[in-house]
């Protein structure tokens, strides 16, 4: 383990340039602070301990480096780190605390215990600071690591005590800041005690599923798939949610720039925008993301507690977590090739979770695949070949199948390999004319429906600006639109997906998308068109379906890209593995 750091006094300069800020805004900031620091002293073990919410005690023991005396006293004063020393640092900050202010602010606003000790030392130091004032310096045995314990949070500012929430509602944000700090160190052995019981003890793992099953549960680590993917600048990896596996809040979003929990508008968007054409609005997907790039593209300096970060360049790091999540989502089989296995996560094999929602929690922490690429013994060849999947596509798990019959005019019932699948017919119709107006537009061969007579539309001149930039953009998606001078476009055509909008609100929409987010925000933009315009269609088939033309769904659902769930989150398909139904009838 590195030798601990010495302790310097930040120079002037360095404090201007660092935005000045609250560090300290309640308990769980407090625990946010004292567990980075442990983490930069290299601890092996984290221990924390709150009471009454943390609002009389966070508590937190690590066996890290420690400090000798001179260096502990030194810790309590403002601006004292041993983590930053010239301006230049400020650009490549590796460590979890820079400014040398936690500390200081801690100690001045509770009754704050220090006690630590360094490998070898004689004795320990034990400090006493009460509102900022030392009370105490002594010789203490103890432990080589160090033990804060911060009492009676704002005891001694009113105005801010007052302003601190029901015990409840701060443990909330105690239990979510340790979840974020276990989640981004699995190495790292971690435990939380609260009023005097144990509620999480983490051993330390390599694998951030198992962190993540420890924290979470199985069924909810059964429902994710790793991300892996990146473009030689930015990585994305970490785990995402399959749909329709979802919750009405992003609690189970959490996302690791550089290793640290942090956050950007930049990764909301992006993660919105990925789970967009597969999860209805207003939910959300488990998404564990870790986002790596070089420091120098990273500015961290932007939130005082460092909970949010800018990017030197958010729209490689917008499009790039996009198509990392969305390879995740579509299979493992889209992923492959794109990047090598991380060392880390190699050694976990490949898991292609059950989709569908089941009250049962599934038997072993890793379900068994459901894949049907090895069909068992007794399996009678299906009456319908499956289609060859076309390159690179997923194969679907019920991609081979007997069609067994229809229940309520619009659900059908197969029987594959593994067990039995309910489809719901409508919501595969819409997956199915979704991808497929989707990939004419890809294609750039969008059917198009003339206008007539053509209309002229005007627009701001920023407006006309991003039109004028992706005109061939435009056209791929549809649109016939030329310049007609001065701010103004001639439409002549439309997509058939938008025929009978009016062409005016809708090109300066789309120049607005295009000047929020480029061309990949314009794409999303148009999806949920598409969707509508693919769910319209579906309903128009709703007659009964023969064999033929269900089996052609069948089989086009199976080739889709994320055969799940409709354009707008809707199962599309039920699985029912033999294992489940032999379980509910309780054979197992
Ligand atoms: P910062 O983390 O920004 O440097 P802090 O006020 O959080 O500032 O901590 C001040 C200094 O005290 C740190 O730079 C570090 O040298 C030392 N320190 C704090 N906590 C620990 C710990 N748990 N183990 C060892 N050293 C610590
Ligand atoms: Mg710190």
């Not at 640290?260 to 054409?277: E, H, K, L, M, T």
């Not at 979770?353 to 007794?378: E, F, G, I």
């Not at 476009?489 to 090109?507: I, K, N, R, S």
Request: glycine share 8%; net charge neutral.
């Amino acid at each position: 383990m590195a030798a601990p750091a010495q302790i310097r006094v930040l120079p002037d300069a360095v404090i201007n340039q660092i935005a000045a800020g609250e560090v300290v805004e309640r308990p769980a900031s407090v625990l946010k602070e004292l567990v980075e620091n442990s983490i930069d002293a290299g601890a092996s073990r984290i221990e924390v301990e709150v009471v009454d919410g943390g609002r009389r005690l966070v508590r937190v023991r690590d066996d890290g480096t420690g400090m000798d005396r001179d260096n502990a006293l030194l810790s309590i004063e403002r601006h004292a780190t041993s983590k930053l020393r010239e301006l230049k640092d400020l650009d490549s900050i590796a460590t979890m605390g820079f400014r040398g202010e936690a500390l200081a602010a801690i100690a001045s606003v509770s009754q704050f215990t220090l006690v630590t000790n360094r490998e070898g030392a004689a004795a320990g130091t034990e400090i006493l600071v009460f509102g900022g004032r030392i009370q105490d310096v002594r010789d203490a045995g103890a432990p080589r690591g160090t033990d804060i314990a911060v009492r009676n949070l704002f005891f001694n500012v009113p105005a801010r005590r007052k302003f601190l929430r029901s015990a409840q509602t701060e443990f909330a944000n105690i239990r979510q800041a340790f979840l974020l700090e276990a989640l981004a160190n699995t190495g790292i052995e971690f435990a939380l005690r609260a009023d005097d019981a144990e509620v999480y003890r983490l051993p330390a793992t390599e694998h951030l599923l198992d962190r993540i099953r420890d924290l979470y549960g199985v069924e909810i680590a059964g429902h994710l798939r790793p991300i892996r993917f990146g473009n030689g600048v930015v990585e994305i990896g970490g785990y995402a949610g399959v749909p329709p596996c979802s919750r009405l809040d992003r609690e189970l979003q959490v996302v690791f720039i550089n290793g640290r929990p942090s956050g950007s508008p930049v990764v909301n968007f992006a993660i919105q925008s990925a789970y967009r054409d597969v999860l209805q609005g207003g939910r959300y997907a488990p998404l564990f993301l870790h986002v790596d790039l070089p420091a120098d593209l990273v500015d961290v300096n932007v939130h005082p507690a460092k909970k949010e970060v800018r990017f030197r360049r958010p729209t490689e790091v917008r499009d790039v977590i996009i198509e990392a999540i969305r390879l995740a989502v579509a299979g493992p089989e889209a992923g492959r090739g794109r990047r090598d296995e991380s060392p880390r996560e190699a050694a976990r094999p490949h898991v292609y979770p059950p989709v569908a929602v089941s009250a049962t929690p599934p038997a072993s922490p890793a379900p068994a695949p459901m894949a049907v690429t090895q069909p068992r013994l007794d399996w009678t060849p299906p009456p319908v070949p499956p289609a060859e999947p076309e390159a690179g596509a997923p194969s679907a798990p019920w991609a081979e199948y007997r069609l067994m019959g229809r229940v309520g005019g619009m659900y059908v019932v197969l029987e594959t390999a593994d067990g039995l699948v309910l489809m719901d017919s409508r919501s595969a119709h819409e997956r199915v004319i979704y991808e497929r107006l989707l990939g004419a537009m890809e294609k750039g061969n969008v059917p198009a429906q003339g206008l007539l007579p053509p209309v002229t539309v005007a627009v701001t001149p920023a407006q006309a600006a991003a039109l004028r930039k992706h005109l061939d953009l435009l056209k791929e998606m549809g649109f016939g639109v030329a310049e007609f001078g001065s701010d103004t476009f001639l439409v002549d055509a439309l997509p058939v997906w938008v025929a009978g909008v009016a062409p005016g609100p809708l090109l300066s929409d789309i120049a607005d998308g295009l000047m929020q987010g480029g061309r990949t925000s314009a794409k999303d933009w148009v999806q949920p068109l598409i969707a509508s315009i693919a769910g319209k269609q579906a309903v128009g088939l709703q007659r009964e379906l023969n064999d033929a033309e269900l089996n052609a769904l069948i089989r086009d659902l199976a080739r889709t890209e994320m055969p799940y769930t409709s354009p707008r989150g809707k199962p599309t398909v039920i699985l029912l593995s033999t294992r489940e139904l032999n379980r509910k009838f309780g054979r197992e």
